[in-house]
């Protein structure tokens, strides 16, 4: 049975969901649409429970690598996407081409954009980290301030970042 849950976080309401097996979605406002009709709310799900500790640390800045297990429906295209994602280091960034070039298909960089796009695992799977090949901030699902907030909490809280103003 999918089950859901709500959480406060600093970038907004995040709605957390799972199979009770995986992690299904974290998604952003406005999200209720995402919901399956037969979904119960489940604030003692221990998957979830464990999704929320870990998005608890990672905003504290004690996190930087999430360890959950994992289910989001998509091609085997877009998993090899949010697969190369997971793999972009805390604190840093990746240009849409290369990610397209980690995966094996370096002329797919819109491609890879779309599939970006379409990741329903927000935060745990950082497509926040992607950005134009200029350095700019481009699309995100939760809105580019939202996107800009995650990178410099990261970029505050990387290793050798020093000390957080």
Not at 44 to 69: C, H, I, K, N, W
Not at 129 to 158: C, F, M, P
Request: net charge positive; proline share 8%; aromatic share 6%.
């Amino acid at each position: 049975m999918d089950v859901f849950i709500r959480v406060p976080s600093p970038i907004g309401e995040l709605l957390l969901t799972g199979n009770g097996a995986a992690l299904t979605g974290v998604h952003m406002p406005p999200h209720d649409h995402l919901l399956r009709k037969d979904a119960g709310e489940a604030a003692d799900d221990p998957l979830l429970a464990m999704a929320v500790a870990q998005l608890r640390a990672y905003f504290e800045g004690s996190l930087m690598r999430f360890s959950l297990p994992l289910a989001a429906p998509g091609t085997s295209f877009q998993r090899s996407v949010w697969k190369a994602l997971e793999e972009i280091p805390y604190g840093s960034t990746r240009s849409y081409g290369a990610v397209a070039a980690a995966i094996g298909a370096p002329a797919a960089s819109r491609a890879v954009g779309l599939a970006n796009g379409r990741n329903p695992i927000a935060v745990v799977v950082p497509c926040h980290r992607v950005i134009g090949a200029n350095g700019s901030l481009t699309g995100y699902g939760g809105g580019l301030e939202r996107k800009a907030w995650l990178l410099d909490h990261e970029r505050r809280h990387a290793p050798g970042a020093g000390p957080c103003p």
